[in-house]
Each structure stands twice: as C-alpha cells, then as structure tokens.
Antibody, heavy 120, light 106 residues
C-alpha cells in the first residue's frame, strides 16, 4: 500500500486549496478513504471519509469543515482529492490521506502527510 | 457527537515498566475502538482494532481491552521503541480521536 499526498502549501485566510492523494498497491475502488489532520503540536482530527465505489462514494465530514470542504475520488485514476474552501487559520495542519480497513470504519494505512498553512 | 477522553496526557516510564493508558467514551461504543501509535514527524500506525484485536505485526507486549465506555491499552514491558504518543479513536459514529497520551522516558 502506498499513499502519496500532494498539493499542500501556504494560503491566505478565505482562500482555497486542493489536496490530492495518489493510491497504489491495493484495489482502490474497494476501500473507503479518509482524511485526517494534525495541527502543529496538537492531536489527530478526523476530517472526512468517502465510501468505496461499491457504495456510491458517499462523503462524510467533521462539523469543523462541513460546508467548506468537499471530497472526491477517481476510481479509474486511483486518486482521492480534498477541496478546501474558505480556509481559516485553524485549518493549518498536516493533512494525512488514509485507507480504511475493508468493511470497517478505522484506518489501517496512512500517507506521509502534506502540510497546509493558512496565514496572511 | 461522541467525545473521547484519554488519560493520562503524559506518562513518564522506564524500559521494562508496565504501562496502561485509559480511554473513556461519552457513550457506549460496544467495541468500536482503535488504538494508534505516532512517533514525531511520522504518520500514525494502527496497533489495535475492535478494542482488543492486535494488528498483524504488532508486538504481543501490546494489548487492548474494554467495551462500552471504558478502554485500556497496555504495554506489558516498555521497550525503547515504544516511546511515542498513543491515540484512541472511536468509529461507532463517524470518527473521534482522544487527545493523545505521550509516553516519555523517565
């Protein structure tokens, strides 16, 4: 399993950023995929999960990002995207792409993370 | 929303010590709880799922127990590689992590 995030960087408050995750080494279509973030010096925070291709790719979001973030997956390209709009200073974090255990709701594999800094 | 409370926040221990970390949920999880280990600058690593099932490849000195609202992660004999931060996570309703327990060298 390999998960490689990209797209992180510096953005001003109110701006947008799109993160991508390239997945390989497993049947991407079959697995729910999750984004988790970690603010500097803080703990882990679940951000979003999108269900697998068999269940229609339904997305779920933490209250802290609902209405501002969206998630999508391309099962033909094995990629997962996180579109982040109306960014706030408190969205500053390392964003991890993660693969859920098949048929379960916990993450079993993680990418190395991509940093997002929201600052003026 | 389900809230998760871990204790202690920091734990000082020596190699060979038995270490126990507690995680309490604001409502019953049955056994829908996982434990992760995270080292500085690294992604988390899954240790335990369904409260007590050890992930493949995780040393047997790690064990998880509990059900309902109270759970524990135990390291039977702390090894140098175990100094890290540990997180519980519920997955009964969406996902919520505990705030973490840092295990540091005494």
């Amino acid at each position: 399993v390999q998960l490689v995030e990209s797209g992180g960087g510096l953005v001003q408050p109110g701006g947008s950023l799109r993160l991508s995750c390239a997945a390989s080494g497993f049947m991407f279509w079959d697995y729910d995929m999750t984004w988790v973030r970690q603010a500097p010096g803080r703990g882990l925070e679940w951000v979003s999960t999108i269900t697998n291709g068999n269940t229609g790719g339904t997305a779920f979001f933490a209250d802290s990002v609902k209405g501002r973030f969206s998630v999508s997956r391309d099962n033909s390209e094995n990629t997962l995207d996180l579109q982040m709009d109306s960014l706030r200073v408190e969205d500053t974090a390392i964003y991890y792409c993660a693969k859920d255990r098949k048929g379960a709701h916990y993450t079993s594999d993680w990418g190395q993370g991509t940093p997002v800094t929201v600052s003026s | 929303d389900i809230q998760m409370t871990q204790s202690p926040s920091t734990l000082s221990a020596s190699v060979g010590d038995r270490v126990t970390i507690t995680c309490r949920a604001s409502q019953s999880l049955n056994t829908w709880l996982a434990w992760y280990q995270q080292k500085p600058g690294k992604a988390p690593k899954l240790l335990v799922f369904e409260a007590s099932t050890l992930e493949t490849g995780v040393p047997s000195r790690f064990s998880g127990s509990g059900s309902g609202t109270e759970f524990t992660l135990t390291i039977s004999s702390l090894q140098p590689d175990d100094f890290a931060t540990y997180y519980c996570q519920q997955y009964k309703s969406y996902r919520t992590f505990g705030q973490g327990t840092k295990v540091e060298i005494k």
